[in-house]
């Protein structure tokens, strides 16, 4: 089955300490997209690719870093920087080359900063 | 920057009565999508609008945009149980593929 692969499920970091997210689609979609949820405020963009070796900030990037070696994999780190980690991060991929306008997200990954 | 603003944040209702969420914006929608997210999971895509006054049916879920496309809802008709989750709307803007700016969501919970 296709789809996007999202890595680990939980996870609990010490503060000062990165983690890095995973992130893998075998859906063939160029663009990827990661998005942060905390409880009443909807989805946030953090960054996004529309295609390797190229990519964007979203609305909230501060704390972030993304890379995109390959199509099918978009890796998000969450630095020491980001004051705020705590929260539940979903990535995406959307299939814009083909008009379906339709974002598929994975299961998504639960950071908790203790 | 584009906000889109979802009411009310919660709604609880009992089985069999009908439910709406409201999405709206202080600008024009290019587009309009609506995605659920059950409880413990991720969203999932329901449907997407795209003309001034359109209407779509999905069973017992009627999705309407407004005539200036700066709204759009959502009622869901005798509400189940299996209808409980999060509903979003979300801006799919208009060339920025996949930049979807989302509403605040509206979490249903159907009482039994």
């Known amino acids: 089955d296709g789809g996007i692969t999202q890595s680990p499920k939980y996870l609990f970091r010490k503060e000062g300490q990165n983690v890095t997210l995973s992130c893998e689609q075998n859906?063939?979609?160029?663009?990827m997209y990661w998005y942060r949820q905390d409880p009443g405020q909807g989805l946030r963009l953090i960054y996004y690719?529309?295609?390797?070796?190229?990519?964007q900030k979203g609305d909230i990037a501060e704390g972030y870093s993304v890379s995109r070696e390959k199509k099918e994999s978009f890796p998000l780190t969450v630095t020491s920087a980001q004051k705020n980690p705590t929260a539940f991060y979903l990535c995406a991929s959307y299939d814009w080359l083909s008009g379906a306008n339709v974002l598929t997200f994975g299961a998504g990954s639960r950071l908790t900063v203790l | 920057g584009q906000q889109v603003m979802q009411i009310p944040q919660y709604q609880h209702v009992q089985e069999g009565e009908d439910f709406t969420t409201y999405c709206n914006s202080s600008?024009?929608?290019?587009?309009i999508q609506w995605y659920k997210q059950r409880p413990g999971g991720h969203p999932v895509f329901l449907i997407q609008l795209v003309k001034s006054g359109e209407v779509k049916k999905q069973k017992r879920l009627t999705f309407q945009f407004g005539e200036a496309k700066k709204n759009s809802s959502l009622h869901i008709t005798a509400t189940q149980t299996t209808d409980v989750g999060t509903y979003f709307c979300a801006d799919a803007g208009g060339t920025s593929y996949g930049k979807l700016t989302f509403g605040q969501g509206t979490i249903l919970t159907v009482h039994p």
């Open positions: 690719s529309q295609i390797v070796n190229d990519f």
């Open positions: 600008t024009t929608l290019s587009n």
């Open positions: 859906l063939n979609h160029d663009a």
